[in-house]
């Protein structure tokens, strides 16, 4: 048997826009410079370095691709198709992370780096249309189950701020009622008692997400503590 | 950059016992025969063969170890630590799958095979117990929230054969009004309007899994008909 390449790429979400009210699910793709797929779009990533582990070489790619850290991080899957790479096998364990839209001013310059409307994308190289759906499936799916959005807040934000993410990721417009209900009865954000700095008469509560309540499907490295301290998992 | 090895391993769980009253959640280990770790347990693994996909490696190891079909078969995590092997860089996709307890009089004789009680395991080689706690931890999670119990059972079962699967499996004494009232709230279990054939005056109805509900975390092959199919996946 010939052992395979191995690489590391990631999916890299954000959400842009210039107002709450029009942000868009985005996600930087670069354009591939060799064979194959020259001039493709692809995820980017790349070989492991010897000294890093799997997510550190993941979090490498992304601040190497936008100039950002991420506020998330998650393995995604491992995908080895024998067929997936035209020239040699390549095994490549692909990680997922959320960055902050607020942070795109400091976004650095590169021609074979853009962004793109994560469900508007441009043909991709080898089989990261596949990949990049996934990730979608994953993030809208554990958006509903889990503290994810706080990837995409500032620490304290009013039940209107986390609507408009949801709504952004979701792709959906959500009823205010039924979502602050909803939001409420699942114990994932508890209030500051602080209320939003403004002009209004009576200006939006603030919340902050509940950390005493873990992430479903922590990574490995972190499970030891959540089972010896339920409710830390972060 | 040096490209790693890559190999693939899988954690294999099933439930042995004499009867549904004892029933032990188990795994089968394999003594190394070489170095490192000579002499010492560990998952069973291998390189990928050059035609296979990761998950036909996964369902190759299983049968080479055990003899046995995988009722269930998921991806658990990549594993890429810099110093998880001594001698060379080994990077390890693994996977966990279910096999029926009721096929082990069928499991092969192998002398560097042997069952262990899944909670009291030997010392393991690399960062094998680390991987089996993991394992553990999303099995005893997945189960709570999905179908995966039929990996454990017949096609149909009793309510108390289901609820000794998860007894054995979380290794906890379940109420049985509580469990019956949880499962049948859940969607998860459908009657069959058939009977459990006995001797009983009134013998307690069969139930199936209820394959319109998809598993949570499906693999990404199977999301497209997931998305386009919705209640389909399996």
């Known amino acids: ?54 997510a550190q070489a993941a979090g490498r790619n992304l601040r190497d691709t936008t100039g950002l850290e991420p506020r998330y991080l998650e393995q995604l899957y491992a995908f080895g198709q024998p067929d997936r790479s035209p020239d040699n096998r390549v095994v490549s364990i692909v990680y997922w992370a959320l960055v902050g839209g607020d942070e795109f001013a400091a976004t650095f310059d ?23 759906e996934y990730a979608l499936w994953r993030l809208r799916n554990k958006l509903e189950y889990s503290r994810l959005a706080h990837g995409f807040l500032e620490p304290t934000f009013t039940l209107a701020q986390l609507r408009k993410v949801y709504e952004a990721v979701l792709k959906r417009r959500l009823d205010p009622g039924n979502f602050r209900r909803t939001v409420e009865a699942s114990g994932q954000v508890v209030p500051t008692g602080e209320r939003l700095a403004g002009t209004n008469h009576r200006p939006p509560q603030l919340y902050r997400f509940n950390t005493a309540q873990g992430l479903i499907d922590p990574d490995p490295l972190t499970i030891r503590t959540a089972l010896t301290h339920p409710g830390v998992a972060s």
Do not use: C, K, Y
Request: charge should be negative; aromatic fraction near 8%.
């Open 1 to 54: 048997m010939t052992q395979p390449d191995l690489a590391v790429s990631t999916v890299i979400f954000a959400l842009r826009g210039t107002s709450s009210e029009n942000m868009v699910l985005s996600l930087p793709l670069v354009r591939r410079i060799r064979s194959p797929f020259e001039g493709t779009w692809a995820l980017p990533g790349g070989p492991l370095g010897d000294e890093e582990d799997l």
């Open 110 to 132: 590169d021609e074979n780096v853009q962004w793109f409307d994560a469900d508007d994308l441009p043909t991709l190289a080898f089989d990261h249309a596949l990949i990049v």
